[in-house]
């Protein structure tokens, strides 16, 4: 039970890293991607937040707020930040129920044994809020330069 586009992005209230807070809701007006992954400082988590970190002076010039969610905690996300040097606001999602609300927390299958986990998910939430459009089971190579160009 995905997201879909014209649906209204569910709001969320998540502690980030340098001890702010970001709440959905306040962002209204701009747009704003919001991509889901696994984990703080694995290969594909670290790629995905490079290459966002790299576009972000043409998302910034779009007026556009790139925020990465995972359910890695804020020091973890500080460390993940200070690290790689990277642009992206980081919120902690530990409890795991925004992940679940935009339904990227999901049933996932490796070697045959069944576990819960992110699903490498990108929204993109337009200024009134809505789902403009989403790119689930994200593969890292070339996607944030893919979502740049769906915002024109």
């Known amino acids: 039970m995905g997201l879909k586009t014209g649906d209204i992005a569910p709001d969320f ?6 001890g702010g807070r970001l709440r959905l809701s306040e962002l209204r007006g701009k747009p704003v ?8 400082d694995t290969t594909g988590c670290t790629r995905e937040a490079q290459d966002f970190t790299a576009l972000m ?3 910034e010039a779009r007026g556009v707020r790139v925020i990465g969610i995972s359910p890695d905690g804020v020091a973890r996300h500080d460390r993940f930040r200070a690290k790689y040097d ?13 992940l679940a609300a935009w339904g990227v ?3 996932k299958a490796m070697y045959g044994r069944k576990y819960m986990g992110v699903e490498r998910t990108t929204v993109l939430v337009d ?8 790119w689930p ?4 190579a070339g996607h944030a330069a893919a979502v740049l160009k769906a915002i024109g």
């Open 33 to 40: 991607v919001v991509y889901f992954y696994p984990k703080d």
């Open 127 to 134: 200024a009134e809020g809505r789902v403009a459009q989403v």
């Open 137 to 140: 089971k994200v593969k890292v």
């Open 13 to 18: 209230d998540l502690p980030t890293d340098g």
């Open 86 to 98: 990277l642009a992206v606001t980081l919120a902690a999602d530990e409890d795991k129920s925004v």
């Open 57 to 59: 002076p043409q998302f």
């Open 105 to 107: 927390w999901v049933e």
